[in-house]
């Protein structure tokens, strides 16, 4: 494979999807996803932005610890502190990146750097070559590339290259962009700029109008040779580009698309779905690729042709992104050794045997309520047990809830608060608005519910329900995560785990980290 047809894949799920409110994950879960894009042979992971948090740095350290086949890369603003901090994060990497940026839009230089432009581009060369001291692979990001002028991007970004930097990203940071100006936009600085050839040019797009992979695909046709993007489309607002949906276009599409990925596309559909379970995020049926509709035909028309001949209205094998992997893997009578070599096999890593022997007795439990344990079960499992673990000043003992035709909910619920136990009763408009209120009876959170969310992990009406409820208070926002065959105990360790998130005092805020 040439350089001139290698379409590098940068993925930011770790990073800039964190940055979905209520996305945060721990370093565990963090570690989970990275070894699944390691998986799937991704070329770069953004593992974070180390000087955000001590979290956000020892996610990324962790993570540049113990991932190998994968490039690992922190971002940093232009500033001396955010890219010492990286460098720190990254000495254990195999294989190393500094991703360091600048606003260049003129609204972002007045308002927002209240910097001249003149400053911006010794700022912008003084970063790349403080990185390039630690290492030799540093990306340079243009932030709001896409409000900004074309003849000042030119110059910025041939000084940037000069001073070392390898990879140029043109970021349409506010998802402002449309797919024709956007790819020409970056054809014209690709023939422009004078130095262009020393550099790979990349582009970071942002989802406000619906246009990021169509923007994407845009300037990837128009010389782009690094695409960022993330697992699910998962960003800051509307989201990014969508790593799925890219990958499968350029395979899809090769009479298009004059590049290849290195991507193990058989590992998309399993990515996705530990993506969602860690975030809480569920997939929407009619998500391109990876929704549970994406291969699902109601037409009579539709089914009859799949019969007569697949590719009459499939344009790709369900099995080429990974839906095949959805088997059967272990029920009641698995062992506790089959159960860890599982375990491992899905990439997830137990930190303990007192984690291992918790995470054993919630699957002989739910074994014994569920016939048929499937890969998605063992992924919820895990996250829920490791839910409970965490920072629990609040803790589930027991419930009852009793729900007739026209009477009134009514939801008891015993909980340990500081080690106590105490009980409450309330009445609710359903059995979990009944039992949301009784936990609020004793714990008085003033939280305010922004979201609650119910999805079924797999097919049968046995299946785990998992649950989602994302809370707000004083301008900080968490999601809680639930699973159980039972909705509404799942919806009370759901709520549960948001305010045991919300008393944390960890909370992160990361400074400019939008690119």
């Not at 697992?231 to 395979?251: F, H, K």
């Not at 979201?451 to 785990?464: F, K, R």
Request: net charge negative.
């Amino acid at each position: 494979m040439s350089m001139h047809n290698k379409l590098v894949i940068f993925d930011t799920t770790l990073r800039d999807g964190e940055q979905s409110p209520g996305a945060s994950m721990t370093k565990a879960e963090k570690l989970r996803i990275a070894k699944s894009l390691e998986k799937m042979r991704v070329d770069v992971i953004e593992a974070g932005f180390a000087i955000a948090s001590q979290g956000d740095f020892d996610s990324v350290k962790a993570i540049a610890d113990t991932v190998r086949e994968s490039r690992i890369c922190s971002l940093s603003r232009a500033l001396d502190k955010d890219i010492d901090r990286a460098a720190e994060a990254l000495k254990g990497a195999e294989a190393s990146r500094i991703h360091t940026f600048i606003a260049t839009s003129p609204i972002h230089m007045k308002y927002k750097l209240q910097m001249e432009p003149d400053a911006v581009i010794a700022q912008a060369i003084h970063a790349v070559k403080r990185a390039r001291n630690y290492t030799d692979d540093v990306e340079f990001s243009c932030e709001d590339a896409g409000r900004s002028e074309i003849d000042f991007l030119c110059r910025i970004i041939e000084a940037a290259i000069d001073a070392g930097a390898t990879t140029i990203n043109i970021p349409d940071t506010v998802g402002y962009a449309i797919p024709a100006q956007f790819g020409e936009t970056v054809g014209t600085l690709i023939e422009r700029i004078p130095n262009s050839d020393k550099a790979i040019f990349s582009v970071h797009c942002h989802n406000d109008l619906g246009l990021a992979v169509a923007n994407s695909l845009s300037a990837v046709n128009h010389g782009a040779r690094q695409v960022e993007c993330t697992i699910n489309g998962l960003g800051e607002r509307a989201g990014n580009a969508s790593l799925e949906e890219l990958v499968m276009a350029v395979r899809t599409r090769p009479d298009i698309f004059d590049v290849v990925t290195n991507i193990d596309t058989t590992q998309i559909v399993p990515a996705s779905k530990l993506v969602s379970t860690i975030t809480g995020f569920p997939v929407q049926p009619n998500k391109a690729i990876v929704g549970a509709n994406a291969f699902a035909h109601e037409s009579g028309i539709h089914q009859d042709g799949i019969l007569k001949h697949r590719e009459t209205y499939e344009i790709m094998k369900a099995e080429d992104v990974g839906w095949h992997t959805n088997s059967l893997v272990l029920g009641k009578h698995s062992g506790r050794n089959a159960f860890r070599s599982r375990i491992e096999e899905l990439g997830i890593t137990l930190e303990s045997e007192t984690a291992l022997n918790k995470a054993f007795s919630a699957f002989k439990e739910l074994a014994d309520k569920k016939h048929e344990i499937f890969d998605e079960d063992l992924h919820a499992l895990v996250s829920d047990t490791k839910a409970i673990e965490a920072d629990e000043r609040y803790q589930l003992v027991c419930m009852s809830v009793t729900s007739e035709t026209g009477v009134a909910p009514v939801a008891k619920v015993t909980l340990l608060v500081d080690g106590e136990e105490l009980s409450a009763e309330n009445t609710g408009s359903g059995p979990v608005d009944a039992t949301f209120c009784a936990i609020e009876a004793l714990v008085e959170s003033g939280i305010s519910l922004q979201l609650y969310s119910v999805n079924s992990i797999t097919s049968g009406t046995d299946s785990q329900g998992e649950v989602t409820v994302r809370v707000e208070k004083g301008g900080r926002i968490v999601n809680g995560l639930g699973a159980d065959t039972d909705i509404v105990i799942a919806s009370a360790k759901a709520y549960l785990h948001a305010l045991n998130l919300m008393c944390s005092t960890q909370a992160k805020r990361h400074p400019q980290g939008e690119v």
